[in-house]
């Protein structure tokens, strides 16, 4: 995502009105283009820290919003709670690897956690393209974050 110039003489809600709604468009043009490439569940991690980005600045300007604004969160948070799964899965097989180089059972803990790893990576991407990204999500986000919604 590029950086968006602030507006000195503008108040909050006025620069976050005019430079959020980009900054989103941003994200999920971004998403969707990662997801094109079918990453491994390890490079959704990318996705999880851009979502991590999005979400912690649309809480700067929380006040900024009317009661749906955790409305809107709350889809947001399931984004990143579903790719904390998976990056909890990758984070997890890799632990295994450093911590237990001859065990006998690190064969079966890495198989395992690779397989939950790829399911939590499957659940992310039905989650972002039957919820999230589902037809008209986007313009409800820009909308709501132009003060329309």
């Known amino acids: 995502m590029r950086r ?3 507006n000195e003489r503008s108040d909050a809600r ?3 009105r005019r430079v959020l709604p980009e900054m989103m468009a941003g994200y999920f043009a971004s998403v969707r283009k990662a997801l094109k490439a ?3 569940p390890a490079n959704l991690h990318r996705i999880r ?3 991590k980005k999005v979400r912690y600045t649309l809480e700067l300007f929380q006040s900024c919003y009317g009661p749906k604004f955790d409305e809107r969160m709350k ?3 399931g984004v990143q709670t579903a790719l904390g799964d998976v990056n909890d899965a990758v984070t997890a097989e890799q632990l295994i690897v450093d911590l237990m180089p001859q065990s006998p059972r690190r064969k ?3 198989g395992y956690l690779k397989k939950r790893a790829a399911e939590k990576a499957e659940e ?3 989650h972002w393209m039957e919820q999230f990204d ?3 999500q986007e313009k409800l986000w820009l909308e709501f974050l132009r003060g329309r919604g």
């Open 4 to 6: 968006l110039a602030w």
């Open 75 to 77: 889809a947001l948070k």
């Open 124 to 126: 992310f991407r039905v």
């Open 38 to 40: 079918k990453p491994s």
């Open 134 to 136: 589902a037809a008209g």
């Open 14 to 16: 006025a620069n976050a």
């Open 49 to 51: 820290l851009a979502s």
């Open 108 to 110: 079966a803990l890495r």
